[in-house]
């Protein structure tokens, strides 16, 4: 089966302060996903990287960053948090289908999610 | 742009009873198809993916989906609620047209009344 993990389920941080969402996929994936989960807006996309040191803005970058160092690993980073952001993140991993294929196309495997309330 | 709307953002039903989650996707060309299922505090789980082989797509926990090209829906359905199916359930998009992205709709709540 595959394994995504988050690094916390419940998170509270102060506004201004660096925040760093951790996430770890175990079935070699390429393709790593961070999104946020507001109700009524479903899921949007913050960013997501298609391989090592690789990453692509989403829809919804602005406040956020991301650090891909290694293939397992995929980190969000909110350099100076602040209420708005307060949500429920969500990361995400899938395989790459190949050459020729589109690469976040595959089904995406989810960890259980981060509630961040930021105060 | 590819876009998947769900229709309902609250649905009740009795155990039991049919379930119908609706899902109309916008595509110019026929996309990955997919339904995930969330329950409280916790992450996405996929119930079932379409991907242009069957066009009845047949789930985990007994749910099936149909692909209606014509329609372009992919509505969710079950025949027999059960009190556990009550959960929050995402439709989404990928595939050709959709600039190498995933899109989810905004979700459907689902409520099991005993």
């Known amino acids: 089966d595959v394994k995504v993990t988050q690094s916390s389920r419940y998170l509270v941080k102060r506004t201004g302060e660096k925040v760093f969402l951790e996430c770890v996929q175990d079935m070699d994936h390429e393709n790593m996903f961070w999104y946020r989960q507001d109700p009524g807006l479903g899921l949007r996309l913050i960013y997501f990287s298609y391989d090592v040191k690789m990453k692509e803005k989403g829809d919804i970058p602005e406040g956020y960053s991301v650090s891909r160092e290694k293939k397992e690993r995929f980190s969000l980073i909110l350099e100076s948090a602040s209420t708005n952001q307060t949500s429920m993140y969500l990361c995400a991993s899938s395989t790459h289908p190949g050459a020729g294929g589109l690469r976040s196309t595959d089904t995406q495997y989810f960890g259980p999610g981060t509630r961040l309330t930021v105060l | 742009a590819q876009s998947v709307t769900q229709l309902g953002s609250h649905v009740s039903v009795s155990e039991g009873a049919l379930v119908l989650l609706r899902c109309n996707y916008s595509?110019?060309?026929?996309?990955?198809l997919f339904w995930y299922v969330q329950y409280p505090n916790q992450g996405l789980q996929l119930l079932l993916k379409y991907t242009s082989a069957a066009t009845l797509v047949k789930g985990i926990n007994g749910f099936e989906a149909e692909f209606k090209k014509s329609e372009t829906s992919f509505h969710l359905t079950k025949p027999s609620a059960h009190m556990s199916d009550a959960a929050e359930y995402f439709c989404?998009?990928?595939?050709?047209?959709?600039?190498?992205?995933?899109?989810f709709g905004t979700g459907t709540s689902l409520t099991v009344i005993p």
């Open positions: 595509s110019s060309v026929p996309p990955y």
């Open positions: 989404a998009v990928s595939g050709p047209g959709t600039g190498n992205q995933f899109y």
